[in-house]
């Protein structure tokens, strides 16, 4: 995987297009990914650590409900858009409602040590593997 | 106003223009709602991911445009896994009537949706004529 440099040219493009193939990436599995697909994630490796990146534009903390259990990682809330009675609208293209989406990871989590960020309209989990699921170095004898 | 639609996942547009950027990377157009109350015009545009000091917005020759851009250095480090959508700066520009008073254009940044509030020139607002 190629390192980034973000002040050089042509990287950014190189990045967009690594995000592109990843799109048919059998990562997630079949798990149970129930609820539909609100909100996209894109989830990425970053040494030992796996984080889940979600896209929530509007959305803020107090709309948000985070869980994990074993390998499912559940992301439920509402959208709302609101722009009172008083608006004629012109164009429409923000979508609005409730979600509820769960999807399953290779590996157990450990809930204690789950790191959730939101900001900006994005929301990042890191997801710890639990003690359990973290394979073990085989010294060669 | 009430609209039960189902939310789903919109598949990001890229921008589709005559005049290339010079950033050689993918240009995203913002989803965009446009109303009108009495004295301006609202435009809410999504900008998942992007800060406050990434945004330009500039008005010339009646056309508005903004520019907003990702700050890829968080990214550093990270390796794709699993994607469903793609990380891009964002660009649109609407032509503005001669409704609007360009002067008085204000603009809030919230979880990564930016509304502009574009005040309407004091003749466009509506008046109420007295009959004597």
């Not at chain 1, 042509?10 to 967009?16: K, N």
């Not at chain 1, 990914?33 to 894109?42: E, R």
């Not at chain 1, 409602?97 to 769960?102: E, K, L, N, P, S």
């Amino acid at each position: 995987m190629a390192t980034l440099f973000p002040d050089s040219f042509g990287a950014l493009l190189q990045f967009q297009q690594a995000l592109e193939s990843f799109r048919t990436s059998g990562w997630l599995g079949a798990g149970p990914s129930a609820g539909g697909g609100y909100p996209p994630i894109n989830i990425f490796k970053k040494g030992d650590d796996v984080v889940a990146i979600a896209e929530i534009p509007g959305i803020s903390k107090s709309d948000l409900e985070i869980q994990v259990l074993g390998k499912t990682v559940r992301i439920a809330g509402r959208k709302a858009v609101a722009y009172g009675d008083k608006a004629s609208l012109h164009r429409r293209e923000r979508l609005e409602g409730r979600f509820d989406r769960a999807f399953s990871i290779p590996f157990e989590v450990d809930p204690d040590q789950v790191k959730a960020e939101c900001r900006d309209g994005m929301l990042a989990l890191y997801l710890p593997r639990t003690e359990r699921d973290k394979p073990k170095k085989i010294a060669l004898g | 106003m009430a609209r039960s639609q189902a939310l789903e996942v919109q598949e990001k547009k890229e921008v589709v223009s005559k005049d290339e950027k010079t950033v050689p990377a993918r240009y995203y157009v913002p989803p965009t709602d446009i109303f009108e109350t009495e004295d301006a015009l609202m435009v809410v545009m999504e900008l998942p991911g992007v800060e406050k000091q990434s945004i330009t917005l500039n008005v010339e020759n009646n056309v508005l445009s903004i520019d907003a851009r990702i700050d890829f250095k968080k990214y550093e480090g990270f390796e794709p896994l699993y994607t469903e959508y793609n990380i891009g700066h964002f660009a649109r520009s609407f032509t503005l009537s001669n409704k609007i008073d360009q002067q008085q254009i204000s603009a809030q940044l919230n979880d990564g949706v930016l509304a502009l509030i574009l005040k309407k020139a004091r003749e466009a607002q509506p008046r109420q004529i007295a009959i004597n």
